[in-house]
């Protein structure tokens, strides 16, 4: 189901076609890095991940994760969606992109017309962003979205604590 169109892009609901590009995505070290390791080394387990997580949410919250893709070829070029945080009772925007597509504004893109959707279709009445302090590219993104730092927030008990955006 696609949920957005921009020139560039098409941002649609994930699948269990998705597994080989999901493992990729998963696999990047700034993935790693600036999000989390979670642990998805074979395309067998990320389409457990995708069946777990997104397709999931999206049958719980009615959104989730959603896979971005270039609107002419249909490349897979990172993920872009909401996350319920059970944890902070919250909506999150999140995002990912593979090396290749970063730096050409698809993320802030792809960004700008999921929180479109999460406020003008989902009726959502708030969307916070969530970051590590030193993950400049993504604080930059929220802030040109037009959320500003609120405070500082664990997602789980003895977690790191990282910014939240609102």
Do not use: W
Not at 30 to 54: H, K, M, S
Request: aromatic share 10%; glycine share 10%.
């Amino acid at each position: 189901m696609v949920i957005a169109e921009t020139p560039r892009l098409r941002i649609r609901h994930l699948t269990a076609a998705d597994a080989a590009f999901t493992c990729q995505l998963l696999n990047d070290a700034d993935f790693i890095r600036n999000i989390a390791d979670r642990g998805v080394r074979t395309e067998q387990q990320a389409l457990q991940y995708l069946t777990d997580g997104p397709i999931q949410s999206y049958k719980q919250h009615g959104y989730g994760l959603f896979l971005v893709e270039d609107n002419a070829s249909s490349e897979a070029m990172g993920f872009c969606g909401l996350l319920y945080r059970d944890s902070l009772q919250e909506t999150d925007i999140g995002f990912a992109f593979l090396p290749a597509f970063r730096g050409k504004g698809l993320a802030y893109e792809a960004a700008a017309a999921v929180m479109h959707y999460g406020y003008g279709q989902l009726k959502l009445k708030r969307i916070v962003g969530l970051t590590l302090a030193g993950n400049l590219p993504s604080v930059a993104i929220l802030q040109r979205l037009g959320l500003r730092f609120e405070k500082m927030v664990q997602l789980q008990p003895g977690a790191e604590f990282i910014q939240l955006y609102s």
